[in-house]
Nanobody, 117 residues
Framework: QVQLVESGGGLVQPGGSLRLSCKVSGFTFSASDMMWYRQSPGKERELVAD????????NYADSVKGRFTISRDNAKNTVYLQMNSLKSEDTGVYYC??????????WGQGTQVTVSS
């Protein structure tokens, strides 16, 4: 059974930091590219960062480049998103997914991030 369980969201002031975690089960995490998406109010879900399996190559949306860092721990079946210098436009629900589970339509419950003073 596929499970994607995101955590670590919350309310933070502009300029602050949060670290999101996503623990997965039900598929071979170490052989899967992993991604973080976000859905901001009134907008479609967008890809913000991804990390490949194996060597761990990373890519970021232009809007978060230099502020967010995606990483993974294959021993813990967990992918992380370190978010620094947060802005109000980073507000949204953050979801993790893998290359094949996203194609199969699996989504977790997400974790809410609110950036506000």
């Amino acid at each position: 059974q596929v499970q994607l369980v995101e955590s670590g969201g919350g309310l933070v002031q502009p300029g602050g930091s949060l670290r999101l975690s996503c623990k997965v089960s039900g598929f071979t995490f170490s052989a899967s590219d992993m991604m973080w998406y976000r859905q901001s109010p009134g907008k479609e879900r967008e890809l913000v960062a991804d990390i490949s399996y194996g060597v761990g190559l990373t890519n970021y949306a232009d809007s978060v480049k230099g502020r967010f860092t995606i990483s993974r721990d294959n021993a813990k079946n967990t992918v992380y998103l370190q978010m620094n210098s947060l802005k109000s436009e980073d507000t949204g629900v953050y979801y993790c997914n893998s290359d094949w589970t996203v194609s199969a339509g699996y989504w977790g419950q997400g974790t809410q991030v609110t950036v506000s003073s």
